[in-house]
């Protein structure tokens, strides 16, 4: 369990929330949750409701969608941010790798955290931005795969 001050120093260094006023901060970090989850726990699944945003404080989860993964997230990284801007099921499931510690903001703390300091919607368009080009890549790789066992099948 993080200190108030640890948090605050954490939440500081976290990207999408680096333009927030110090007073700001302060208010954001003391009204975060901190949850701690076991190895190989599912967070939650795909097709749930969704009410939280996650920052992982320590430890690292996996995206997937039944037994493909789409990522792993680490320390600094954040998740659960597209049920809260869109309002539609969670679009993937996260289990923990390992221990993981998080904290969480709900979509209230969100919008008033967006409100308060607008870049931080641009932030979280970049991060959203760079899982597109990753997945982007990953889907290119696949299909030559597919491409050349095709061509060595014919
Ligand atoms: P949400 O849809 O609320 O719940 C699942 C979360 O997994 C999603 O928000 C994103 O935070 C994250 N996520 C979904 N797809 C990917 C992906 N391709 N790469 C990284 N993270 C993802």
Redo the contacts with the bound molecule.
């Keep these: 369990m993080l200190s108030s001050f640890e948090r605050l120093l954490f939440i500081r260094r976290v990207s999408i929330f680096q333009e927030l006023r110090d007073e700001f901060l302060v208010k954001l970090a003391s009204a975060m949750d901190e949850l701690s989850f076991p190895a190989a726990h599912t967070i ?1 699944e ?1 097709g749930e409701e ?1 009410r939280s945003l996650y920052v992982v404080i320590s430890g690292r989860v996996r ?1 997937h969608l039944g037994d493909r993964d ?2 792993q ?1 680490e320390k600094g990284t ?7 801007f869109d309002a539609e099921p ?3 499931s ?1 289990t923990t790798v390992e221990t993981c510690d998080c904290l969480t903001l709900n979509q209230l703390q969100l919008i008033d955290a967006i409100e308060e300091t607008p870049e931080i919607a641009v932030n979280i368009t970049r991060a959203l931005s760079r ?1 597109i080009r ?2 982007n890549g990953k889907i290119n790789t696949y299909e030559a795969q597919l491409k050349s066992v095709a061509a060595s099948k014919s």
Aim: hydrophobic share 60%.
């Design positions: 939650f795909q969704g995206v789409l990522a997230l954040f998740f659960g941010e597209m049920a809260l969670r679009s993937a996260v899982r990753e997945l």
